[in-house]
Each structure stands twice: as C-alpha cells, then as structure tokens.
C-alpha cells in the first residue's frame, strides 16, 4: 500500500487544521493506520490510531481531547483532525498503516507514507 499525507500548513496557535491520508495500491479497509510525528532534532512519535472499521481509537495522551483520528474506507483515506493547536505540535506528521492499533501505538508497521510539514505559530 502507498499512502501519502497532505493537508499540513503554518497556522496561529489556538487554531485548527485537518491532515488527510490517502492510500492506494492496497486492501486500505482492512488495515489499521495512524499518525506519527517527528519535530526539529527529536524522534519520531505516536499520535493516534485506528482500527480497520473505525471501530477503536487511541491517541497519544499528548493530544488527547485536541486531535481526533478518522477515517473514510469508501474513499480510502484516513483523517487527523487538529483543534487547540500549540506550537510544540510542529512537527512533520505521517501516516502509516499496521496490523491492529496495538501494532501502530508500537510502530510495528507495515507502511509508512511521506510526510506533511504542520507549522504552529505563538
């Protein structure tokens, strides 16, 4: 499966943003998929997961209550959608798909896709 992320951008704290994921070349209903992201000089990290029917979701304490993780099977594309921005949310922000949400929260994945910069101005 390829998967490729868009929707990053350079936005005021306190505002919003919403990061899509699109995949093809895949089975992307039967997958579960999540985002990661990597900030300036630090190692990558969970943010949130999904299971294959949308069923289960888990998301990093980090953002917890500000992002929410979605996803479209009818249009194989996956959603992070992000409120309450602050600027330690910047950061470039990835997709990747995994066998159930236990795996993407251990970034035992089995895809990964190019990433979206998200920039949060103070």
């Known amino acids: 499966v390829q998967l490729q992320a868009y929707g990053g951008g350079l936005v005021q704290a306190g505002n919003s943003l919403t990061l899509s994921c699109a995949a093809s070349g895949g089975t992307f209903s039967t997958y579960a998929m999540g985002w990661f992201r990597q900030a300036p000089g630090k190692e990558r990290e969970f943010v949130a997961a999904?299971?294959?029917?949308?069923?289960?979701?888990h998301h990093a304490n980090s953002v917890k209550g500000r992002f929410n993780i979605s996803r479209d099977n009818a249009k194989n594309t996956l959603y992070l959608q992000m409120n309450s921005l602050k600027p330690e949310d910047t950061a470039v922000y990835y997709c990747a798909s995994g066998v159930g949400v236990r795996d993407i929260v251990r970034a035992d994945l089995f895809a990964w896709g190019q990433g979206t910069l998200v920039t949060v101005s103070s």
């Open positions: 999904i299971s294959w029917n949308g069923g289960n979701a």
